[in-house]
């Protein structure tokens, strides 16, 4: 039996555009800097340096910058109302 009833996309045009714009506003550019003291770095196209540290492994501040800036863009677009983990201005919370 086919159904003629259209689902709704699995992701709203608005949020897949904010990923895609967070992807492309975060990439690592250049070459990874080695420092004195095991440092290393490298630069993200948003401007931000980023870097290990005493716990945590260059690769992973990349993913979580990643994942930041996708939370963030996400999270703007959002519609009012979608029941939230982390606390959102008034006018967005459900009714």
């Given at each position: 039996?086919?159904?003629?009833?259209?689902?709704?996309?699995?992701?709203?045009?608005?949020?897949?555009?904010?990923?895609?714009?967070?992807?492309?506003?975060?990439?690592?550019?250049?070459?990874v800097?080695?420092?004195?003291?095991?440092?290393?770095?490298?630069?993200?196209?948003?401007?931000?340096?980023?870097?290990?540290?005493?716990?945590?492994?260059?690769?992973?501040?990349?993913?979580?910058?990643?994942?930041?800036?996708?939370?963030?863009?996400?999270?703007?677009?959002?519609?009012?109302?979608?029941?939230?983990?982390i606390?959102?201005?008034?006018?967005?919370?459900?009714?």
């Amino acid at each position: 039996m086919t159904s003629t009833h259209d689902s709704p996309p699995a992701v709203s045009a608005a949020m897949h555009e904010a990923k895609i714009r967070a992807r492309a506003s975060h990439v690592t550019v250049g070459l990874v800097r080695h420092l004195d003291g095991g440092l290393v770095e490298i630069d993200c196209s948003c401007g931000m340096v980023l870097t290990n540290g005493p716990q945590w492994s260059l690769d992973e501040h990349i993913r979580l910058h990643r994942a930041e800036a996708r939370y963030l863009a996400v999270s703007a677009v959002a519609p009012a109302g979608m029941p939230r983990l982390i606390p959102v201005a008034e006018d967005r919370l459900p009714r």
